[in-house]
């Protein structure tokens, strides 16, 4: 009931009562589901408070007008295109192509019968609701966003009964029985292909997924742990690591407990995303002339044509960084794998001064890959902890 697929199926009932005279009277078992969504709505869903667009969010932070009213229609083109070639197991590409065909077969079923009945525009306006209301909060991420399964696999729910009341004008004699029917076995195999694709792909994400939980709780309690910073944000929408940490400790983990030497199992990309979002922005950069570099191993690089300088830094320690010439640097982080690719920070060196790169404190032994990057920066100074490795 607090779905906008729900609600899809409650607009198209609507719809096919309200076009029959003599079910009408049935129009008054809607008013339940109606009251108990509007009543979500309200309470929980209304748009605000929330870095993830909500059903009805884009309308209540005013969005209007021609250019957002065509945003909205390639959004919904998009989801029934997609919709279409996902009935016969074709890829999204071909959606406009496949759209064209069923509408052809629909003008022709209705050329040939000269009426529309009441449950064709409930499922027409079915499928148009589903996608505009998606549209209402998805429409800003774009036309594409509306070929995700999770849109598709209910967008063909209501076009299955046209796509089978349009073909059944079809002759189904001499060469047309065995074309049809080889087609729809070609659409059968197609969709069970994609289907043991798909369901492949969620196991791997939820690995990944899995991968990422346990290497949040494996630092539980890190003192420079980012608390409110989002595990994944793209995988976990909104999922922030004091929120699921909480959760587990009063509920219970829902992932196998693993050791820190066990995260080596693990996928390696997400173990470094976690770490990169929960222990990133505890990397500071700042310069101190004061400090003393004694006990530190330095070396001197020349970076005139600009160099890429890597390190493995024990937990919690902390780099120097002398430009004599003064120029820019740029810092990545990494932990079992090298640095992703977007660095953390891009800084200005000074001349001559000294500046620091301090890693952050996990409170576990662990060993932080680093790597600083500078354009022509001309001589540069890098003294580094014992036991850091510098290549």
């Not at 076995?185 to 196991?203: C, F």
Request: overall charge negative.
């Amino acid at each position: 009931m607090c779905h906008t697929i729900g609600l899809a199926f409650v607009a198209a009932v609507f719809i096919e009562l309200a076009a029959d005279p003599t079910r009408r009277r049935f129009l008054l078992s809607l008013v339940i589901p109606v009251a108990a969504f509007s009543v979500w709505l309200l309470a929980f869903s209304t748009g605000h408070g929330s870095g993830t667009p909500s059903v009805f969010s884009s309308v209540l932070r005013g969005g209007n007008g021609p250019t957002y009213l065509l945003t909205l229609a390639r959004f919904v083109a998009s989801g029934v295109e997609s919709s279409t070639a996902g009935i016969a197991g074709l890829p999204v590409t071909a959606g406009p192509a496949a759209l064209a065909v069923l509408a052809g077969l629909a003008g022709w079923n209705l050329y040939r019968r000269w009426r529309i009945q009441s449950w064709q525009l409930g499922m027409v306006g079915g499928v148009l609701s589903l996608f505009g209301l998606a549209a209402l909060g998805r429409a800003e991420m774009g036309p594409v966003y509306a070929t995700q399964s999770r849109y598709i696999y209910a967008g063909a729910v209501f076009l299955l009964p046209l796509t089978a009341h349009a073909a059944a004008e079809l002759p189904w004699r001499g060469l047309w029985r065995p074309m049809l029917a080889a087609a729809f076995a070609l659409a059968l195999l197609s969709n069970m292909i994609q289907l043991q694709i798909r369901a492949v792909s969620q196991i791997d994400f939820m690995r990944i997924e899995v991968a990422e939980l346990q290497t949040v709780e494996v630092f539980r309690g890190a003192p420079d742990m980012t608390a409110h910073g989002y595990i994944d944000n793209a995988a976990m929408p909104e999922l922030q690591a004091s929120d699921y940490l909480a959760a587990t400790a009063e509920l219970g983990s829902p992932v196998p407990q693993m050791s820190l030497d066990a995260l080596q199992q693990l996928p390696p990309d997400a173990v470094d995303r976690v770490m990169v979002n929960l222990f990133g922005d505890a990397v500071t950069i700042m310069a101190d002339t004061s400090r003393s570099v004694q006990g530190l191993i330095c070396s001197d690089i020349d970076s005139t044509a600009g160099s890429s300088i890597n390190l493995k830094i024990p937990n919690g320690q902390a780099v120097m960084l002398q430009s004599i010439a003064g120029g820019e640097a740029m810092v990545y982080l990494g932990f079992e794998s090298p640095p992703v690719p977007q660095p953390l920070y891009e800084v200005q060196l000074s001349p001559t001064t000294q500046e620091w790169v301090q890693l952050p404190d996990t409170g576990k032994p662990i060993t932080w890959q680093l790597r600083i990057t500078t354009r022509d920066d001309g001589p540069i100074r890098v003294c580094r902890p014992a036991g850091a490795l510098l290549s």
